[in-house]
């Protein structure tokens, strides 16, 4: 693994709740780093990862025994909050604006009691934004071909073939990223199938 690698990899455990619990000199000494060299490196390139490690860390010190003990009503209190998290892509953030919930006080009663909501959620939330880069590069991929489809009635066996990439990946890539397109494409020929044949198309 090149240095570089390594300090991805590192990087993406800073950034996981499930690891808040380790100090980064633990996490450092997991790939063959220096505290000091991922503090750094953290500093240079990711600061905000670092600031926010250090606030949810800082959340978690501030409860003692006592505060972890949570009554029924405080439970009750944030139960929607939580099940909105567990049901929604919605931030922190904007589930508390909702709830009228601090959103600080949020993030510590789910740092405290659903970690692994938040772990699932990051992971939710990273796999997201691997199919939206994705969604990018094939749609970039295939532009010529998507800009037929959607102008002409041309088969895509046909516009595949035009535009020089293989039918059976247009065809998926159709089918898992234009849906819509598909439908606007089968309505436009429904619409020609139902126009009315004018006295002069004949003549």
Known sequence: MNTHDRYTEAVRACRSVGLLDQSLGEIARMYGLTDQALRLYLKRHHPKVLEERNRLRGLLRQDDLSRRKLTKKAMARYAHAVGLLQTSLLSIAEVAEDCHLDADDL?????????????????????????????????????????????????????????????????????????????ERINRRHEKEKKPIRRDDVA
């Open 107 to 183: 993030m510590q009663h789910v740092l405290l009691l659903n970690r692994k909501l938040v772990s699932s959620r990051q992971k939710s939330s990273e796999r997201a934004d691997n199919l939206r880069r994705k969604e990018r590069q094939y749609k970039a991929l295939y532009a010529e071909a998507l800009e037929l489809y959607r102008t002409t009635d041309r088969t895509e066996a046909d516009i595949a073939q035009a535009c020089g990439v293989r039918y059976d990946r247009f065809h998926t890539f159709l089918n898992r990223w234009c849906r819509d397109d598909i439908a």
